[in-house]
Nanobody
Framework: VQLQASGGGLVQAGDSLRLSCAAS????????IGWFRQAPGKGREFVAA????????NYADSVKGRFTMSRDNAKNTSYLQMNSLKPEDTAVYYC?????????????????WGQGTLVTVSS
């Protein structure tokens, strides 16, 4: 599966953005999808994940209550709705997919990665 993330941009603190992760291939609905981010000078960190049918989600503590992940298998697309953005949310955001079940947070568990989309939140 090939993934392409989009929707990043420059926003002010408190604003919202919705990232999209579009996938190619007819098996998108069988993959768990995850979002990760990497801030300048830092390692890649887990943001959120959603199960293949959307029934299970997992969020990093730093984004709980502000970010919501969803998916539309008919459109082969997953979304990350980001509200109440903070300057510390500034990062390159990546979407990833894995074949196995479980909305896990380890980057090493994901099999496919898209290119990143940059989110910049100004104070």
């Amino acid at each position: 599966v090939q993934l392409q993330a989009s929707g990043g941009g420059l926003v002010q603190a408190g604003d919202s953005l919705r990232l999209s992760c579009a996938a190619s291939g007819r098996t998108f609905s069988t993959y768990t999808i995850g979002w990760f981010r990497q801030a300048p000078g830092k390692g890649r960190e887990f943001v959120a994940a959603i199960s293949w049918a959307g029934g299970m989600t997992n969020y990093a503590d730093s984004v709980k209550g502000r970010f919501t992940m969803s998916r539309d298998n008919a459109k082969n697309t997953s979304y990350l709705q980001m509200n109440s953005l903070k300057p510390e949310d500034t990062a390159v955001y990546y979407c990833a997919a894995k074949r196995s079940i479980g909305v896990v947070s380890g980057a090493q568990d994901y099999d496919y990665w898209g290119q990143g989309t940059l989110v910049t939140v100004s104070s």
